[in-house]
């Protein structure tokens, strides 16, 4: 049975980091590509971040770019996001998403797998 269980998220203040983690299982992780989108409240899917199926490249929405990094561990089937200089409108429900290919799509229909979601706060 396929899972990805993020964790990580929680309350930050406006210019601090949080680090989220997607556990993944029931799938070859290393031959899917990953990425992490966001849905703030009252506000549609975003696609934030991805890194393809080896690792070796990435890509980061506007909105993110030069704040957030991800990253993954093949060897422990996790895809982990840290986000610095947080900002209000960072505030979201955030998803850890994979496909089975090589190359992260910023197409959320792409996924073929979700995680359930880690509430991130940015607020003073």
């Known amino acids: 049975q396929v899972q990805l269980v993020e964790s990580g998220g929680g309350l930050a203040q406006p210019g601090g980091s949080l680090r989220l983690s997607c556990a993944a299982s029931?799938?070859?992780?290393?031959?899917?590509?990953m990425s992490w989108a966001r849905q703030a409240p009252g506000k549609g899917r975003e696609w934030v971040s991805g890194i393809y199926s080896d690792g070796r490249d990435t890509a980061y929405a506007d909105s993110v770019k030069g704040r957030f990094i991800i990253s993954r561990d093949n060897a422990k089937n996790t895809v982990y996001l840290q986000m610095n200089s947080l900002k209000p409108e960072d505030t979201a429900v955030y998803y850890c998403?994979?496909?089975?290919?090589?190359?992260?799509?910023?197409?959320?229909?792409?996924?073929?797998?979700w995680g359930q979601g880690t509430q991130v706060t940015v607020s003073s």
């Open positions: 029931g799938f070859t992780f290393s031959s899917y590509a």
């Open positions: 998403l994979a496909a089975n290919t090589v190359i992260a799509s910023t197409a959320l229909a792409e996924y073929d797998y």
